[in-house]
């Protein structure tokens, strides 16, 4: 399966933007980079997702590189309630979108 | 909007028990995955099944099985549970055939095996 690799963990401050980076050097074409967050004592929770155009929702922006090996999920105003593990994760129709789940970055927001 | 539904929320078993946990998806969801996560460790897939039948296995012990019934619910059945059965165990829901990849998941369960 491909791989991603993330920091470990990251500190911001509380309503400053936040880069998570993530590499997937070994992506194919197929694959899907998603984004899942996972706050202490929960499930974890769908962030957002792309193939190949950067993606934009209520809850993140997602930066693709043109070569597809490395994106950046961004948060534009971090909150203490954005503290949680990202999770950094390719899927593909042909492992029917299985989620392999990697070590993650734990985001801490200091206030 | 209606959300995964696990049941029940706590179960503390004896080794060498039997655990059923349950599964209800969001409406119209196709796809049921189950996860486990074991204390400090990151989820790991175990199994999943699309329109009732099993898609794919992950790293599923052969003590477990799982089932998805004809209202969609599903079933993951442990038995001669081990020490190391403790963990939460996520239950996920997709629309697979709506091309949405995205999952959601429940609020987990916590088994604790003594």
């Known amino acids: 399966d491909a791989k991603t690799t993330q920091p470990n963990s990251m500190e911001s401050n509380e309503e400053e933007p936040v880069h998570l980076p993530c590499n997937h050097s070994t992506i194919s074409g197929t694959d899907y980079i998603h984004w899942y967050r996972q706050l202490p004592s929960q499930g974890p929770e769908y962030v957002i997702h792309?193939?190949?155009?950067?993606v934009n929702n209520r809850m993140a922006s997602l930066a693709i590189a043109e070569d597809r090996k490395s994106s950046t999920l961004i948060l534009h105003r971090a909150t203490l309630r954005d503290a949680a593990v990202y999770y950094c994760?390719?899927?593909?129709?042909?492992?029917?979108?299985?989620?392999?789940w990697g070590a993650g970055t734990k985001l801490i927001i200091k206030p | 909007a209606a959300g995964v539904i696990q049941s029940p929320r706590h179960l503390i078993k004896e080794k060498r028990e039997t655990a059923t946990l349950k599964c209800y998806p969001i409406?119209?969801?196709?796809?049921v995955y189950w996860y486990q996560q074991g204390p400090g460790q990151d989820p790991q897939f175990l199994i999943s099944?699309?329109?009732?039948?099993?898609?794919d296995k992950g790293s599923i012990p052969d003590r477990f099985s799982a089932q998805q019934f004809s209202d969609y619910h599903s079933e993951l059945n442990m038995s001669s549970l081990e020490l190391g059965d403790s963990a939460l165990y996520f239950c996920?829901?997709?629309?697979?055939?709506?091309?949405?990849?995205?999952?959601?998941f429940g609020p987990g369960t916590r088994l604790t095996v003594t």
């Open positions: 996920a829901s997709s629309y697979r055939d709506l091309g949405a990849y995205e999952q959601y």
């Open positions: 792309g193939l190949t155009s950067n």
């Open positions: 099944f699309y329109e009732k039948m099993q898609s």
């Open positions: 409406p119209r969801h196709d796809t």
């Open positions: 994760i390719l899927c593909s129709m042909d492992s029917n979108y299985q989620l392999i």
